[in-house]
């Protein structure tokens, strides 16, 4: 959840191996999906992805944020976040047509590439075959695996309440103190409070992030989320895929309201936030941490699921 939007206050603010810790959260919610999603799911992405060990939603999990500043990812550089024009504290809000722009916003992009996920070819085809996509109702397997790593990534950002805020580029512009350095707020929520909470992560996000998504999965299956997590996926379905992502977004920017500025922006300009903010900030992001990563192996579930029922006509069972 790394996402600096503003290259020039990255300069000032960035510290020396943040972008590692940024990617704490992103593979957290991959381990998590990868624990949770059926057999069939696991067995499908491993092979449109080409990697089938049990990091292969992990691996791809930072993807995103390695091509948004390139010459080629630049189109994606508005997927990663939703600026809700909202009045934090007192009035939290994200609303598509108003919010979204023109050149898109996280909320269009897990549409658009849900919807690339289920151009499959039809049975018997060249699922590489560039001919076939020429007419548009299919892509080949090079753009679904595209699609794929920008559906793992953008699911974990949607949950980052400052993903879906407008306030100061999403507090990149608002200075706060955390361990007496100076960092962006919208830092401190990416990484600097994850990585607190689980006492350092060095430069090994991939082994940090595994210990914490055994935990988390482990309060998920039997734990402190196992009776919540049953309303997690309420209501979402393929057939909407802007409704199930605003629900996720709206969930989110209400925590912009009551946890990022509960005081409002102003009042938290160059406070320390590494004390009592700390304190009611952590379980919030181990919360979203938590759906996010849920949310992900049941959308990615309803996806395989959908593609093999469409290619399941001459299939023989379980040849997924
Ligand atoms: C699978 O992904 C992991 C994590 O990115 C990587 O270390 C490994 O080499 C990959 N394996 C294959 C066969 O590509
Ligand atoms: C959909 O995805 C394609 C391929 O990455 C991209 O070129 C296009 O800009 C996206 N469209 C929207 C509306 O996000
Ligand atoms: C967003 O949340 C508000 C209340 O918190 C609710 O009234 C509204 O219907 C929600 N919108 C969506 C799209 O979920």
Redesign the pocket.
């Known amino acids: 959840m790394r996402l600096d939007r503003n290259l020039a206050v990255l300069g000032t603010l960035w510290l020396p191996g943040a972008a590692a810790w940024g990617s704490l959260g992103h593979i957290t919610v991959a381990y998590i999906a990868t624990d949770l999603v059926n057999d069939r799911t696991s067995a499908y992405f491993q092979d449109l992805l080409r990697n089938s060990t049990e990091h292969y939603l992990a691996g791809v999990a930072t993807w995103a944020d390695s091509i948004r500043y390139t010459k080629w990812g630049r189109?994606?550089k508005d997927?990663h976040f939703i600026d809700a024009k909202d009045d934090p504290p007192a009035y939290c809000g994200v609303d598509f047509a108003r919010d979204c722009k023109a050149e898109?916003c996280i909320v269009?992009?897990i549409?658009?590439?849900t919807t690339?996920l289920l151009l499959v070819p039809p049975p018997g085809a060249d699922a590489n075959a560039e001919t076939a996509a020429e007419a548009g109702s299919v892509l080949p397997a090079w753009?679904r695996a595209?699609?794929a790593k920008?559906v793992v990534h953008f699911v974990g950002d949607i949950h980052q309440p400052l993903h879906v805020e407008n306030v100061a580029q999403g507090g990149n512009g608002i200075h706060v103190r955390w361990e007496s350095t100076e960092l962006n707020l919208h830092h401190v929520w990416d990484s600097s409070i994850a990585e607190k909470l689980l006492g350092g992560v060095g430069r090994r996000p991939y082994e940090a992030a595994r210990r914490w998504a055994d935990d988390l999965t482990e309060q998920i299956r039997e734990g402190r989320y196992a009776a919540p997590s049953r309303l997690w996926t309420n209501g979402i379905s393929l057939d909407d895929p802007v409704a199930a992502a605003m629900s996720w977004a709206n969930e989110s920017n209400a925590l912009v309201c009551t946890h990022v500025f509960p005081e409002g922006p102003t009042a938290i300009a160059g406070q320390e936030l590494s004390g009592d903010y700390y304190e009611k900030a952590a379980p919030v992001i181990e919360l979203q941490v938590a759906k996010a990563g849920y949310r992900l192996a049941a959308w990615l579930d309803l996806i395989a699921d959908r593609v093999s029922s469409s290619a399941g006509a001459t299939q023989a069972p379980g040849e997924l």
């Open positions: 189109f994606s997927f898109g269009s992009a549409q658009n590439y690339q753009r595209q699609a920008f």
